[in-house]
């Protein structure tokens, strides 16, 4: 079972950056996408973003493009989500989560952490 934690959540004003990790542990060997969500509060889950165990290739839905940027650190077993121009709307649970396979549903799941944007 691969494990996710996720770190760096917390309190940050409309216009300024904020960084997550998450750091996965078990056979991360056989992992293929970590994948970004966020739950706003009183809304559905929402994809962020995703980048490619391997190769690194990333992904980002518009609402972040060119905001948020999600990195990898192989030898650390750890994705990064590095959000900037953050924005009252960016308020969520911020979950990392991975997958082993190119598409379909995502296996394994951090516990959440809170970005909190103040305006």
């Known amino acids: 079972q691969v494990q996710l934690v996720e770190s760096g959540g917390g309190l940050v004003q409309a216009g300024g950056s904020l960084g997550l990790s998450c750091a996965a542990s078990g056979p991360t060997f056989s992992l293929y996408t970590m994948g970004w969500f966020r739950q706003p509060p009183g809304k559905e889950r929402e994809f962020v973003g995703s980048i490619n165990w391997s190769a690194g290739s990333t992904y980002y839905v518009d609402s972040v493009k060119g905001r948020f940027t999600i990195s990898k650190d192989n030898a650390k077993n750890t994705v990064y989500l590095q959000m900037n121009s953050l924005k009252s709307e960016d308020t969520a649970v911020y979950y990392c989560?991975?997958?082993?396979?190119?598409?379909?549903?995502?296996?394994?799941w951090g516990q959440g952490t809170q970005v909190t944007v103040s305006s």
């Open positions: 989560a991975a997958r082993l396979t190119r598409f379909g549903r995502y296996n394994y």
